[in-house]
């Protein structure tokens, strides 16, 4: 038995409250009874792939916050296609839902800065750089 029911033609669900529900805020929320796994996760991506900004944008979907880091030339991703949404290829598409993109210049000592305090406050960090460029940094 149920207390969540979802109606296809109307994407918000039917939340009923429950009386006695008590959860702790700080991994997960609850919105009627409705649960996001990962939320007060904070991840950084810095990838060039397509397997880590897939692995980010599930834990996006789950209820992190995301943040891709970006170079100023942007994902190469964006710039794939046709088709275009945008100037946005379909892949950069796919796998960038759910996050926030930060652009960063890892030649520039603020970039570098900016990178290590957003690093410093990340509970997870995904790249699929190869190991000597976060090391460069």
């Known amino acids: 038995d149920s207390?969540?029911?979802?109606d296809f033609r109307n994407p918000e669900p039917y939340k009923q409250p429950r009386s006695s529900v008590?959860?702790?805020n700080s991994r997960g929320s609850v919105a009627g009874d409705?649960?996001?796994?990962?939320q007060?996760?904070?991840?950084?991506?810095?990838?060039?792939?397509?397997?880590?900004?897939?692995?980010?944008?599930?834990?996006g979907?789950?209820?992190a916050e995301v943040i891709k880091i970006e170079s100023p030339e942007g994902d190469w991703s964006r710039r794939e296609g046709p088709p275009f949404l945008g100037d946005?290829?379909?892949?950069?598409?796919?796998?960038?839902?759910?996050?926030?993109?930060?652009?960063l210049d890892?030649?520039?000592?603020?970039?570098v800065e900016t990178l290590k305090g957003l690093i410093a406050r990340a509970d997870v960090f995904i790249t699929d750089l190869s190991p000597e460029k976060p090391e460069a940094l």
């Open 106 to 111: 890892a030649s520039d000592v603020r970039g």
């Open 61 to 63: 979907d789950l209820g």
């Open 40 to 59: 007060g996760l904070v991840v950084v991506e810095m990838a060039q792939g397509i397997a880590a900004s897939f692995a980010a944008m599930q834990m």
């Open 88 to 103: 946005e290829g379909p892949v950069f598409l796919a796998v960038n839902r759910s996050k926030k993109s930060v652009v």
């Open 34 to 38: 409705l649960v996001s796994p990962l």
């Open 22 to 24: 008590e959860t702790d």
């Open 3 to 6: 207390d969540l029911t979802y």
